[in-house]
Protein backbone atom coordinates (compact mmCIF):
# COMPACT_ATOMS: atom_id res chain seq x y z
CA UNK A 1 0.00 0.00 0.00
CA UNK A 2 1.03 3.26 -1.39
CA UNK A 3 1.67 6.21 1.45
CA UNK A 4 -0.65 9.19 0.43
CA UNK A 5 1.07 12.36 -0.03
CA UNK A 6 0.17 15.69 2.11
CA UNK A 7 -1.26 17.48 -0.82
CA UNK A 8 -3.37 14.61 -1.65
CA UNK A 9 -4.31 14.29 1.78
CA UNK A 10 -5.58 18.14 1.87
CA UNK A 11 -7.39 17.57 -1.76
CA UNK A 12 -9.29 14.51 -0.18
CA UNK A 13 -10.32 17.07 2.83
CA UNK A 14 -11.75 19.22 0.27
CA UNK A 15 -8.33 21.85 0.09
CA UNK A 16 -7.93 23.31 -3.50
CA UNK A 17 -4.51 22.77 -4.48
CA UNK A 18 -1.75 24.81 -6.00
CA UNK A 19 -2.43 24.86 -10.29
CA UNK A 20 -6.21 25.96 -9.50
CA UNK A 21 -6.63 29.72 -10.85
CA UNK A 22 -8.97 30.60 -7.97
CA UNK A 23 -5.59 30.52 -5.39
CA UNK A 24 -3.94 33.35 -7.72
CA UNK A 25 -7.18 35.45 -8.09
CA UNK A 26 -8.13 38.31 -5.87
CA UNK A 27 -10.93 37.25 -3.81
CA UNK A 28 -14.43 39.30 -4.04
CA UNK A 29 -15.06 41.73 -0.94
CA UNK A 30 -18.61 41.02 1.18
CA UNK A 31 -20.32 44.13 1.11
CA UNK A 32 -22.02 44.06 4.15
CA UNK A 33 -24.42 44.15 6.31
CA UNK A 34 -26.42 43.68 2.83
CA UNK A 35 -23.97 39.95 2.63
CA UNK A 36 -23.94 39.20 6.31
CA UNK A 37 -25.50 36.03 5.49
CA UNK A 38 -23.32 34.70 2.86
CA UNK A 39 -20.32 35.70 4.82
CA UNK A 40 -21.76 34.12 8.53
CA UNK A 41 -22.39 30.55 5.76
CA UNK A 42 -18.94 30.99 3.99
CA UNK A 43 -17.32 31.58 8.09
CA UNK A 44 -18.89 28.27 8.97
CA UNK A 45 -17.51 26.40 6.03
CA UNK A 46 -14.26 28.04 6.98
CA UNK A 47 -14.61 26.03 10.40
CA UNK A 48 -16.13 22.97 9.00
CA UNK A 49 -12.57 22.78 7.37
CA UNK A 50 -10.04 23.59 9.95
CA UNK A 51 -12.19 20.74 11.50
CA UNK A 52 -11.80 18.49 9.38
CA UNK A 53 -8.03 19.19 8.66
CA UNK A 54 -7.44 19.31 12.58
CA UNK A 55 -8.64 15.27 13.22
CA UNK A 56 -5.75 14.74 10.50
CA UNK A 57 -2.84 16.96 11.24
CA UNK A 58 -1.80 18.50 14.40
CA UNK A 59 -0.23 22.30 13.98
CA UNK A 60 2.26 23.32 16.63
CA UNK A 61 2.35 27.09 15.10
CA UNK A 62 -1.45 27.60 14.11
CA UNK A 63 -3.35 27.23 11.06
CA UNK A 64 -5.25 29.32 8.73
CA UNK A 65 -7.31 28.65 5.75
CA UNK A 66 -8.69 31.44 3.30
CA UNK A 67 -12.38 31.14 1.29
CA UNK A 68 -9.90 30.55 -1.89
CA UNK A 69 -8.51 27.44 -0.29
CA UNK A 70 -12.29 25.75 -0.11
CA UNK A 71 -13.74 26.72 -3.23
CA UNK A 72 -15.05 30.20 -2.36
CA UNK A 73 -13.59 33.17 -4.12
CA UNK A 74 -14.64 35.63 -1.42
CA UNK A 75 -13.04 38.13 1.10
CA UNK A 76 -13.06 35.60 4.12
CA UNK A 77 -10.44 33.77 6.32
CA UNK A 78 -9.96 31.85 9.48
CA UNK A 79 -6.80 31.60 11.58
CA UNK A 80 -6.20 29.54 14.54
CA UNK A 81 -3.43 30.53 16.89
CA UNK A 82 -1.20 28.37 18.54
CA UNK A 83 -1.81 28.87 22.32
CA UNK A 84 -5.35 27.79 22.21
CA UNK A 85 -6.62 31.22 21.89
CA UNK A 86 -10.03 32.43 20.22
CA UNK A 87 -9.86 32.08 16.27
CA UNK A 88 -9.24 34.84 14.04
CA UNK A 89 -11.93 35.91 11.79
CA UNK A 90 -11.28 37.56 9.21
CA UNK A 91 -13.68 39.54 6.70
CA UNK A 92 -12.49 42.00 4.18
CA UNK A 93 -9.00 42.56 5.92
CA UNK A 94 -6.34 44.76 4.65
CA UNK A 95 -3.17 45.47 6.01
CA UNK A 96 -2.86 49.12 7.12
CA UNK A 97 0.86 49.18 8.38
CA UNK A 98 3.93 46.79 8.80
CA UNK A 99 7.07 46.81 10.42
CA UNK A 100 10.10 47.45 8.79
CA UNK A 101 11.44 44.51 11.25
CA UNK A 102 10.95 40.95 10.02
CA UNK A 103 12.47 38.05 10.13
CA UNK A 104 12.45 34.67 8.18
CA UNK A 105 10.81 31.88 8.61
CA UNK A 106 9.34 28.61 7.13
CA UNK A 107 5.50 28.29 5.80
CA UNK A 108 3.37 25.43 4.80
CA UNK A 109 0.35 26.07 3.20
CA UNK A 110 -2.92 23.61 3.03
CA UNK A 111 -2.84 24.19 -1.04
CA UNK A 112 0.73 22.83 -1.41
CA UNK A 113 1.17 20.96 1.55
CA UNK A 114 3.87 18.56 0.47
CA UNK A 115 7.13 21.32 0.58
CA UNK A 116 7.72 23.94 2.98
CA UNK A 117 9.23 27.53 2.17
CA UNK A 118 11.68 30.16 3.93
CA UNK A 119 9.80 33.36 4.18
CA UNK A 120 10.24 36.75 4.87
CA UNK A 121 7.30 38.83 6.89
CA UNK A 122 7.02 41.55 9.14
CA UNK A 123 7.33 41.26 13.11
CA UNK A 124 4.31 43.14 13.58
CA UNK A 125 1.20 44.34 11.01
CA UNK A 126 -1.73 46.03 11.62
CA UNK A 127 -4.98 45.14 9.92
CA UNK A 128 -8.12 46.73 9.18
CA UNK A 129 -11.12 43.75 8.99
CA UNK A 130 -14.89 43.60 8.99
CA UNK A 131 -16.53 41.63 11.71
CA UNK A 132 -19.79 39.30 12.01
CA UNK A 133 -21.29 41.66 13.50
CA UNK A 134 -20.65 44.91 11.00
CA UNK A 135 -18.25 46.55 12.32
CA UNK A 136 -14.99 47.39 11.55
CA UNK A 137 -11.84 46.50 13.72
CA UNK A 138 -8.43 47.83 13.79
CA UNK A 139 -5.79 45.27 15.31
CA UNK A 140 -1.99 44.82 15.44
CA UNK A 141 -0.26 41.29 15.45
CA UNK A 142 2.63 40.50 16.15
CA UNK A 143 5.39 37.22 15.58
CA UNK A 144 4.09 34.41 14.43
CA UNK A 145 0.44 35.62 14.55
CA UNK A 146 1.71 38.45 12.64
CA UNK A 147 2.59 35.50 10.09
CA UNK A 148 -0.19 33.53 10.08
CA UNK A 149 -2.35 36.44 9.22
CA UNK A 150 -0.29 37.87 6.76
CA UNK A 151 -0.45 34.54 4.83
CA UNK A 152 -4.05 34.18 4.67
CA UNK A 153 -4.81 37.94 4.04
CA UNK A 154 -2.03 37.12 0.69
CA UNK A 155 -4.46 34.28 0.19
CA UNK A 156 -7.23 36.72 -0.13
CA UNK A 157 -5.18 38.76 -3.06
CA UNK A 158 -4.37 36.31 -4.69
CA UNK A 159 -0.51 35.70 -3.68
CA UNK A 160 1.13 32.34 -2.48
CA UNK A 161 3.73 32.41 0.04
CA UNK A 162 6.11 31.43 -2.86
CA UNK A 163 6.46 35.12 -4.38
CA UNK A 164 7.15 36.21 -0.79
CA UNK A 165 10.42 34.17 -0.60
CA UNK A 166 14.02 35.56 -1.52
CA UNK A 167 15.34 35.12 -4.76
CA UNK A 168 17.20 32.05 -4.75
CA UNK A 169 15.70 30.60 -2.39
CA UNK A 170 13.57 27.67 -3.24
CA UNK A 171 10.70 25.51 -1.03
CA UNK A 172 12.07 22.37 0.44
CA UNK A 173 10.84 18.72 0.13
CA UNK A 174 8.33 18.47 3.51
CA UNK A 175 10.48 15.14 4.17
CA UNK A 176 13.42 17.69 4.82
CA UNK A 177 11.78 20.34 6.87
CA UNK A 178 12.80 18.93 10.38
CA UNK A 179 10.60 21.88 11.94
CA UNK A 180 7.37 19.78 11.92
CA UNK A 181 5.93 19.53 15.44
CA UNK A 182 7.62 23.16 17.34
CA UNK A 183 6.51 26.48 17.21
CA UNK A 184 8.96 29.01 15.26
CA UNK A 185 11.41 30.52 17.06
CA UNK A 186 11.62 34.36 18.17
CA UNK A 187 14.27 35.94 20.42
Not at 1 to 12: F, G, H, I, K, L
Request: hydrophobic fraction near 40%; charge should be negative; include cysteine.
Amino acid sequence: MTDVRPSQRMRDLGVVQHGAGILTEPARPFHLPAERGEAERIVDELFAAIERIGQVHPFAKGMGIAAPQIGMARAAAVVLPPDNAPAVVLLNPRITDCSEETDEQYEGCLSFFDIRGLVPRPLKITVEAATLACETTTTVYERGLARLIHHEIDHLGGLLYTVRMRDGVDPIPVEKYRQTGRAWAYE
